[in-house]
């Protein structure tokens, strides 16, 4: 059936909702990468069987949504209309949620979420400390639709942006709208979105394109993915209005290939979409029209840049070129094209219903509405959380993710990935924003905050980005391609203890060579991780060239394991775990690392149980 | 190794697509997940039928980590290498494997058995560290779950994942 207007949009919806009984109970299980790996599919599958035993297959929906977020406590269930919060939950707890929680209204006790610092168990979803300290605009349907369905997001009013950009604003009025909201590029750059669509729209040309750029890379964040496996309509939607605003009848989402989840869903809305006429020809009966195609990335981190990324859309390698020409005036196959981030394009819907001065009543002066970070590393409560540019980091670090485990002392969280830096312990209090974060040395970036404490090496962390950023390096400018390679080197042999007093002078050189002259992004912001923790950890750097020492015991070259014979109980437990038999001594007497046989594997300093084995 | 490949297979995957070189990665990736890697003589049919150079198809096949131009092993073990994994011990993990399977990122054992490879980040950073057997992901690893797990597959059985 294909939608004529407005109103039969309108109809759709109310049909769809008439359907559905608001009191229904519904189980709903998150459908995150992050949970299935975690065995979310199987308790899906239990719910559905169980529930056919019980006679009560119609009387409860099971819905299988996108990511809830609290990847940390995966497998996720949600028990709707209560919105009751189960943890953990696995294929055996399924018939006692059924029998109690269903049938009885009942709670099951141990599935609850137990504050780690009341020990009180939270019964709704809206209680836990996680989800409680977020402001979840863009992951507002996450936990309630199921994306695989695109009924469900109509329901819920999707699409009325589109309908309403379409029938009552000019597309000169969408951009203004959009430039009036503050809001700017989520991709890492930050620039105003309405201000790249106004070059679009004015660029001369009959042939403009949209491209939507979900070939999200940085290690540690994956926001992109779970909007696009969640909520593929809501990015859907943006991109048409975006369309629509600058004058374009076709666009591509370009995805990484390691998604394939978000692929399946994508596709699948799209073909759900052009069955409704909400994508193809004359969208809602207007002469409006827009093809939408998805191109798979194959594993190339830098296609992320949106020139590399057009190159590869086009068949070629991906590497990047001069701008300008900016894509805006000259993009794919020389036409004006627009590129925006999957979260950008998911903030659009909200923005077009609600209003430029509601976006704009959240964030700060400059930065407005709300970022989502993936939160993981050292963290308690790892996974996506949705919060108002501008909140303190301490919030998002403490409340939100639980603080740091194992009574461990926090150090630094790293922001912006590989392009990134660290921003340490003293600026806890620091606003999350892009203009903050840059002053510290670090950036926004797609969103990754990785959290670290005393046990992390910051050589062997600047090392790490390194030796990434060095291996996605696309080789089309020297810079990048030797200055990376040359870092890295240096900064091995840091780590491996063969550093020289010299090095950090040279690291610091090399890195404002490679900063000031790379091609793109990837190049000039590869520095960024290693002239910050130089900035902030230097005496960490110098204790590795000096004194030959790793000050937080990660460095495997500088490690030197011993056993204190006064602690040692001879219980034999690090002898029997040594994988080359380095460890002597009796039973029941103190035992004797063999520091030439050892290979400093650690396996002994896990199995002691008295703290014997220490680490020097 | 060369073995004579069905071609045939590589022409009716053409046949779906615009002889233009945007067709020239999609096309690429449909053949690899046809044969599991890109064999030679299916490069060179794809270079006369889309009117590209094989020079330009070797540059591109070269350039994106997801296509391979040698045979893989049976099981693909991938290892994360992404920061929340580093931070919490994945290299220990990887040195295990490659230990274990006496193979390099990269390599494929002698048998075909198994190819181990690195990804930047699988985005479940909550089970890190982490890794992928083929479909199955495994989490909240430590080195001596190692053997475990590679052996189930080593013996041929599929096996549930565990977390």
Not at chain 1, 47 to 62: M, R, S, T, Y
Not at chain 1, 294 to 301: D, N, R, S, T, V
Not at chain 1, 422 to 441: F, H, M, Q, R, T
Request: glycine content about 10%.
């Amino acid at each position: 059936m294909k939608l004529k207007s407005d109103k039969d949009l309108v109809a759709l919806r109310e049909a769809i909702k008439k359907d559905k009984d608001p009191n229904k109970p519904c189980i709903s299980i998150c459908g995150g990468t992050g949970c299935r790996a975690g065995g979310g599919e199987k308790v899906r599958l239990a719910f559905i069987e169980e529930l056919a035993k019980q006679d009560l297959a119609g009387k409860v929906d099971v819905l299988r949504t996108g990511c809830h977020g609290f990847c940390e406590r995966g497998p996720v269930v949600i028990i709707l209309p209560e919105e009751i919060f189960y943890e953990r939950v696995a294929t055996e707890d399924v018939p006692e949620v059924i029998a109690k929680t269903i049938m009885r209204k009942e709670l099951v006790e141990r599935l609850l979420y137990r504050d780690p610092v009341t020990g009180e168990t939270i019964t709704y979803n809206y209680d836990v400390p996680f989800y409680k300290g977020q402001t979840r605009i863009i992951f507002s349907d996450n936990t309630r639709i199921d994306p695989t369905d695109i009924g469900g997001y109509i329901a819920r009013g999707g699409y009325s942006a589109l309908s309403k950009a379409l029938f009552q604003m000019t597309p000169e009025e969408v951009i203004a709208e959009v430039k009036k909201s503050g809001l700017r590029g989520r991709g890492g750059a930050g620039f105003p979105t309405g201000t790249k669509w106004r070059f679009t729209r004015d660029a001369p040309g009959d042939t403009k394109y949209i491209v939507c750029n979900a070939d999200e890379g940085d290690p540690g964040a994956f926001m992109d993915r779970s909007v696009l496996e969640g909520n593929p309509n809501s990015v859907m939607e943006g991109m048409l209005i975006a369309a629509y605003a600058i004058g374009a009848d076709r666009g591509y989402v370009y995805v990484r290939a390691e998604y394939p989840l978000a692929v399946q869903h994508l596709t699948l809305a799209i073909e759900q979409a052009g069955e409704l006429g909400l994508l193809g020809d004359n969208i809602l009966g207007t002469n409006f029209s827009f093809h939408l195609k998805i191109k798979a990335g194959a594993g190339a981190f830098v296609c992320g840049e949106e020139t590399a990324l057009i190159a590869s859309i086009e068949g070629k390698r991906g590497t990047p070129r001069a701008r300008p020409p900016f894509p805006a005036n000259e993009g794919l196959w020389g036409k004006p094209t627009n590129i925006n981030n999957v979260e950008t394009f998911a903030n659009v819907a909200t923005i077009i219903n609600k209003g430029a001065d509601w976006y704009g009543s959240m964030g700060t002066e400059s930065s407005k509405g709300t970022k989502i970070f993936s939160l993981t590393g050292k963290i308690n409560n790892t996974g996506l959380v949705e919060v108002p540019i501008g909140i303190p980091m301490r919030k998002v670090i403490y409340e939100i993710g639980g603080g740091v485990p194992g009574g461990k002392e926090f150090k630094a969280v790293q922001m912006g990935g590989p392009s990134g830096g660290c921003v340490p312990a003293e600026y806890l209090d620091l606003p999350i924003d892009y203009e903050s974060l840059g002053k510290v040395g670090s950036m926004m970036g797609s969103g990754g905050m990785v959290v670290m404490d005393e046990t992390t090496c910051m050589v062997d962390i600047a090392r790490f980005f390194l030796s990434f950023t060095q291996d996605e390096s696309c080789g089309k400018c020297v810079p990048c391609r030797m200055g990376t390679k040359r870092m890295l080197e240096i900064l091995t042999r840091i780590t491996e203890g063969k550093g020289e007093e010299e090095d950090i002078e040279l690291l610091e050189e090399v890195g404002a060579a490679v900063r000031d002259a790379s091609l793109c992004g990837l190049g000039q912001t590869s520095p960024n991780p290693v002239l910050s923790t130089l900035r902030y950890y230097r005496h960490e750097y110098e204790a590795h060239i000096r004194d030959k020492k790793c000050p937080a015991h990660s460095c495997t070259a500088l490690l030197a394991y011993s056993i204190d014979p006064n602690a040692c109980t001879g219980c034999t437990a690090c002898a029997r775990a040594c994988p080359v038999k380095a460890i002597r001594g009796e039973k029941k007497q103190a035992h004797v690392i063999d520091r030439i046989l050892c290979i400093k594997c650690g396996q002994c300093f896990d199995r002691c149980k008295f703290n014997a084995v220490v680490k020097d | 190794m060369t073995e004579s490949i069905d071609l045939s297979k590589v022409d009716e995957i053409l046949k779906r697509y615009e002889k233009k070189e945007a067709s020239l990665i999609p096309v690429l990736q449909e053949v690899q997940s046809c044969f599991r890697y890109l064999p030679e003589e299916a490069l060179v049919r794809i270079g006369q039928k889309l009117n590209i150079a094989l020079s330009r198809i070797y540059g591109v096949a070269t350039f994106y980590s997801q296509f391979y131009l040698a045979k893989r092993g049976r099981h693909v073990i991938r290892v994360c290498r992404g920061t929340a994994c580093h931070v919490r011990g994945g290299k220990s993990v990887l040195d295990a494997i490659k230990e274990y399977l006496k193979i390099g990122d990269g390599e494929t054992t002698p048998d075909y058995g198994f190819t181990l490879e690195t990804v930047a980040c699988l985005g479940s950073c909550a089970l890190a560290p982490v890794l992928l057997v083929d479909e199955d992901y495994y989490g909240k690893l430590t080195p001596e779950k190692i053997a475990g797990i590679v052996q189930r597959y080593a013996e041929g059985g599929q096996v549930e994942a565990q977390v």
